[in-house]
Nanobody
Framework: QVSLVESGGGSVQAGGSLSLSCLAS????????VGWFRQVPGKEREGVAA????????YYADSVKGRFTISRDNAKKTVSLQMNTLKPDDTAMYYC???????????????????WGQGTQVTVSS
């Protein structure tokens, strides 16, 4: 069982930055894949980025490439999402998720993740 707790959400103007953190209840090195997802009301939860904690390989959705950076600190059991040049379309509830399989297959498929955090709201105003 892995517990995940997100923090760092908030409100920012377009063009600004926010950093989200996901604190796991166990050493993230032993987790196969940790991802960040986001969801707005009425839409499917979509994958934003993922990282392979053991090797550091990262994956990004096209919509955030070049603006978001996912990273991990296994010693601190934390996976972070640095979000720069934010747009109003980035407004959503952001969730951290984890699964024991690696990231190389379907990292953006929410159905493949076993553990989820409670979410943190990000609001970007124009």
């Amino acid at each position: 069982q892995v517990s995940l707790v997100e923090s760092g959400g908030g409100s920012v103007q377009a063009g600004g930055s926010l950093s989200l953190s996901c604190l796991a209840s166990q050493d993230t090195y032993g987790i196969g894949c940790v991802g960040w997802f986001r969801q707005v009301p009425g839409k499917e939860r979509e994958g934003v980025a993922a990282i392979l904690p053991s090797g550091g390989t990262t994956y990004y959705a096209d919509s955030v490439k070049g603006r978001f950076t996912i990273s991990r600190d296994n010693a601190k059991k934390t996976v972070s999402l640095q979000m720069n040049t934010l747009k109003p379309d980035d407004t959503a509830m952001y969730y951290c998720a984890a699964r024991m399989g690696g990231c190389w297959s379907g990292w953006g498929d929410r159905r493949s993740y076993t553990y989820w955090g409670q979410g943190t709201q990000v609001t970007v105003s124009s």
